[in-house]
């Protein structure tokens, strides 16, 4: 590798996980381009998303200085991802009271249910079945809607505007795709505004009305934390979950095992390892810090490559294989630490009902459609497949 490491050549990258072993090789930081540093390893990435001298709320800042005044601007400067104590401890805590471990549970059945009916309804053209389409994309859609209560009739509308926004967070971004995220937010937020404004009007037994009246301490969200963070669960709660399926069930057809039921814990979180669907997280050094015996002077933008980091053999033997119940930590899929993905229950049980029902109506689906490789896109720090083509018949 000549030079320091892009993060922009992801999107070039058939297969990025030699790059990022030949990267963790280097040693515990490596540099990267644009006086970066970035850390490969599982133990350098669990240090730093739990050191609380890193900080994310820098992140908001430089990406809300690149855009104008407007919804996109408001959303980066209070998203939660981006948020540091005070504030993140306190927005997080009232988003406890309203996102709920039994809220989640209540919803899987009606999950599962769905799942069945998006895979019996799927087309099959010429002994294949197209999954991203027609399940991957439609079902974490339709979960989200239907956890928040936002209407079927704005569903496909909003997720449409959530993925327009998503160039906005890549490592470099063009005018055009600037320009069309600033738009989109624009639209999302007047949607999204006019759902809040009619749960505080009619309060309904769903997630946009717990978040209007959560409270604790007498604090409640402010109208623009509100609107931050409901735009924010609305778009990782789909994107991630939908590539996460689609990188995943890529990956069992990968070596042409037989599919098997049960898709159970041990299985998800061996798919959630291996088919990490956000490559990669920032933080900030708030002061100098020693990682792994190297100095990260303040101010210095580290890139936590969770990928990698899942994939790291100091800690996971053969760690490109496919063995559930393995040994070893947990992946770092959903990040670590403070700010620790507030959906991932919910995303691994969205995998598992989509997985399950696809077996149980598949279970001799094999690779299949065009020679090579899917198509997969790498947008910001987000890989997923355009399409996942399976054999059937």
Known sequence: MSGPFDPATLRTLEDPFPTYATLRAHGPVAELAGGRSGVFAHATASFVLRDPRFRSGTLGFLYAATLPPGALHDEMSRRINFLDPPDHPRVRGLVAKAFTPRRVKDLRPWVDATARRLVHELPIVDGTVELMTGLAHQLPSLVISELLGVPVEVRDQLTELSDAITPIFGTSVSADDRATAVAAAEVMHAVLGTELDRRRAEPS??????????EEDGERLSHPELMSLVATLYSAGHRTTRDLFGNGFA??????????????????????RLATPTHYVARFASEAVDVGGVRVEAGTPVMVFLAAANRDPDVYERPDGYEPGRSGPPALSFALGPHFCLGASLARMEVEAMMTAVIDRFPEATAGGAPGSPPWHQRGPFRGLDALTVTVA
Request: a negative charge; proline letters at 6%.
């Open 251 to 272: 990956r069992l057809l990968q070596d042409g095992a037989p599919l098997s039921l049960p898709v159970d814990a041990a299985v998800i979180e061996e798919i959630t």
């Open 205 to 214: 037994d769903d997630l946009l009305t717990a978040l209007v009246h959560a």
